[in-house]
């Protein structure tokens, strides 16, 4: 195995994708959950293509199994069966270590929940990836705090978590998954919290950041104030994609 597939990263070692633009190639993902003696099938063989140079929204009603796809594409939660490409590398056949250093190397996620460290405060939570990567404290923090001010929340960069407003704990979880600038950038819901002049902010940092000819960028969303910003949307019912297209289909 040559060093750049040790390490996970695959700019140099990139073999070629499917169709040659995918960024994630995903096939015939199921997803089934135990519930108590039942066995609950949440996704039922989804085929879906996430482009590379495009802003990807996936929407669906609540339940729809939204946060469960995306956190497949991404490698943090098993497909029952199916495969999953990220930039040619079939990330469910890496070892558990490969895993994760791929991860760390191509893909920054915003959670649901933001998931921060209380302890520790928004810079050192924002720079949490590069300090994984071996990158220096003061350098780590210097980047991190670049992010919180391109998001309008420098000033609270010395703040614990449990100090900031919900909005505020969704920007360093915005910061967080840029600051290793990824190729790859999956966001559950990442303008829920925030008015509608904070949420622009962010989509624009997102384009800016996250969308290249090599790069890619999924977005969980409900909100109908950025549905204009999609290159690409696919809609779940019930575990199946029902529709992916350039625009939103008229129900919605
Ligand atoms: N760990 C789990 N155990 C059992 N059932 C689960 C688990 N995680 C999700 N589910 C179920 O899978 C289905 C899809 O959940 P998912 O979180 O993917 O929905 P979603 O589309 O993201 O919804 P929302 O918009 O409310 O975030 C739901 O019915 C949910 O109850
Ligand atoms: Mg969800």
Redesign the pocket.
Known sequence: MSEADQSGDTRESLSATRDGTSAISARGIT?D???GQTT?R??HGIDADIKSGELTYVV??????????I?IMCGILWPTDGEVEVFGTDIYALSDTELVNFRLNNIGFIF?QYNLIPSIDAAANAAVPLIAKGVGIDEARGKARELLEKLNIGDQADKLPNQLSGGQQQRVAIARALVHEPRLVVC??PTAALDAKSGRRVMDLLRDVAVAEDRACII?T?DNRIFDLADRILV?ED?RVTHDGTEMPDDH
Request: aromatic share 4%; proline share 0%; hydrophobic share 30%.
């Open positions: 997803r959950f135990e519930a609950i949440v996704l669906g009603e609540s339940g729809s199994g939204k946060t469960t796809l956190s649901q559950d819901e969980v409900h779940l575990g």
